[in-house]
């Protein structure tokens, strides 16, 4: 099984919700900084939201603070992300990461090339 698994994606319209899974396996997710990126067609993959053992929540920026969660269940070892009020603008492909909790006691946690760990990715498309 890969070490990290995402699956909820789905096609709803704006203003909708879904909750995006990421079910990790072969160690324990509440030891590592887990997070959300997206990745828009043609473009770099970004961050979304960061789960730090150390810090707690972290979001990119304005455009998702308010609007999607993101949270962790240690004993199934499942990370969460739930996006409400749902815009088209969030259409992308999301993905899973993780990496060490000492990238997340800073911006370095939006810098994608410092996560080593990957899901597949799972997709969410929003029409207007």
């Known amino acids: 099984q890969e070490p990290l698994m995402e699956s909820g994606g789905g096609s709803v319209q704006a203003g909708g919700s879904l909750k995006l899974s990421c079910e990790v396996s072969?160690?324990?997710?509440?030891?590592?900084?887990l997070g959300w990126f997206r990745q828009y067609p043609g473009k770099e993959r970004e961050g979304v939201a960061a789960l730090s053992t150390a810090r707690g929540p972290l979001y990119n920026d304005d455009s998702v603070k308010g609007r999607f969660i993101i949270s962790r269940d240690n004993a199934k070892n499942i990370l969460y992300l739930q996006m409400n009020n749902l815009e088209p603008e969030d259409t992308a492909t999301y993905y899973c990461g993780a990496v060490g909790d000492l990238v997340c006691l800073s911006t370095d946690w939006l810098t994608r090339t410092r996560w080593h760990l990957w899901g597949q990715g799972t997709q969410v498309i929003v029409s207007s």
């Open positions: 072969g160690y324990s997710a509440s030891r590592w900084c």
